[in-house]
């Protein structure tokens, strides 16, 4: 097939890689105080430069900035939306197992796009890359109402919920014209609640805790069609859906078929990263329901929670599992999901998380005859 002119591309990767240990270093020594924020920033963009120059290596044509100045895949970004406020929980979040998340999001203030977040840090990517596309990754809208629900939005700042929902649509519609008027020609917005929606037992916790259910998943669609709306023709815009990934541990499980309609067909997104490495997410039949034409779908075959490299033979057959639903032009792989949502990491080693990806180009290359 002819090599994809726009992102995504046929081998691709969702974002966050592994850090590595020099990095986590000076991460400790300036959280402790003994590094400045300048050596710190250095430290960063080296690590940086030199991930960028190995994505290319291994033939991705993304690359990321591994999410190396992040603590956090989605709070290190919402948290400087004006209104929001990152907090230590009584209750924290907890993932299967026992894995705790250390802090949760409120919100105390009118919502507004203020600060440029991440701006700087992609033109600092961007600057890098010699044969890649620079991709840029945020969290979706919908992180900063999911998992707190009305009970973290100050009643006195939006007695009205739907004032809340437009304000953190035009909050989200500025920071992604920002990104655009930066040259991003490659955005993510990971939305994992969507497929939290698809697991009875989420539904349940959101109703115990008297949130409504009904309707969320087309008020996430629209708070979504609302971000990315005018954003420049040539601006490719992806959606990561996963179940979880702290630690290599998850949150969720279901199958997409309780969303698939709407977000094939409602979100105007050009791409969706979907987690497929494993039975939690079901089969490949809420694939039918993709429109034909120009929208990709980035099957994350590949697992980044362990360092057990999959063979090439079952991947294929995935593959083409998932074309009975749909065009194989109209698909892609990826691993499921980064390899490090928090500053932590998965539980495998950076050697391991390289050849996961250098197997992602290797399949695509015999599939689909480029990457």
């Known amino acids: 097939m002819t090599p994809r002119a726009r992102p995504p591309f046929r081998a691709d990767h969702v974002g966050s890689l592994l850090r590595p240990v020099r990095l986590r270093d000076a991460r400790t020594a300036h959280a402790a105080g003994t590094l400045p924020a300048d050596a710190l920033r250095a430290v ?9 120059a190995k994505q290319e290596a ?20 919402v948290a400087k939306l004006e209104g929001a406020e990152l907090y230590v929980p009584e209750h924290r979040v907890e993932f299967k197992g ?8 409120r919100v105390n203030g009118r919502i507004a796009w203020k600060q440029p977040a991440f701006v700087a840090d992609y033109g600092f990517t961007a600057s890098k890359v010699t044969t890649a596309v620079a991709k840029q990754t945020i969290p979706s809208p919908s992180v900063l109402h999911f998992r707190g629900g009305r009970s973290s939005i100050d009643r006195g700042v939006y007695p009205d919920i739907g004032d809340f929902f437009t304000d953190l649509g035009t909050a989200y ?4 014209q920002a990104f655009a008027a930066a040259g991003c020609r490659y955005l993510q917005l990971d939305e994992v609640n969507l497929a939290y929606l698809c697991d009875p037992e989420q539904i ?3 109703k115990a805790r008297g949130d409504y259910v009904d309707g969320l998943v087309n008020i996430y669609a629209t708070l979504i069609n609302r971000a990315i709306a005018g954003r420049p023709a040539d601006m490719a815009v992806s959606m990561h859906l996963c179940r979880g990934n702290f630690r ?4 969720a499980s279901g199958g997409y078929e309780p969303v698939a309609e709407t977000l094939f067909n409602r979100i105007n997104v050009d791409a969706y990263f979907m987690e497929w490495d494993n039975e939690r997410a079901g ?46 032009e109209q698909l892609a792989l990826s691993p499921q999901c980064g390899f ?28 689909w005859g480029s990457v």
Not at 248 to 251: D, G, W
Not at 284 to 300: A, H, I, Q, S
Request: aromatic share 8%; proline share 2%.
């Open 44 to 52: 960063e963009d080296d690590c940086i430069a030199a991930a960028v």
């Open 58 to 77: 291994i033939g991705l044509r993304a690359a990321t900035d591994g999410e190396y100045r992040r603590a956090y895949w989605h709070y290190d970004f």
């Open 98 to 105: 026992g894995v705790l998340l250390g802090h949760r999001l």
């Open 173 to 176: 519609h500025d920071a992604v």
């Open 204 to 206: 349940a916790e959101l």
């Open 248 to 251: 290599s541990t998850f949150v």
């Open 283 to 328: 089969g490949f039949e809420p694939l039918r329901f993709v429109p034909k034409g120009d929208k990709l779908v980035v099957l994350g075959l590949v697992t980044s929670k362990t360092g057990q490299l999959e063979s090439k033979d079952d991947i294929k057959r995935r593959i083409d599992a998932a074309a009975k639903f749909m065009p194989l």
């Open 340 to 367: 490090a949502s928090t500053e932590e990491g998965n539980l495998l080693t950076e050697d391991e998380q390289w050849r996961k990806l250098e197997l992602v180009v290797e399949v695509a290359r015999e599939v």
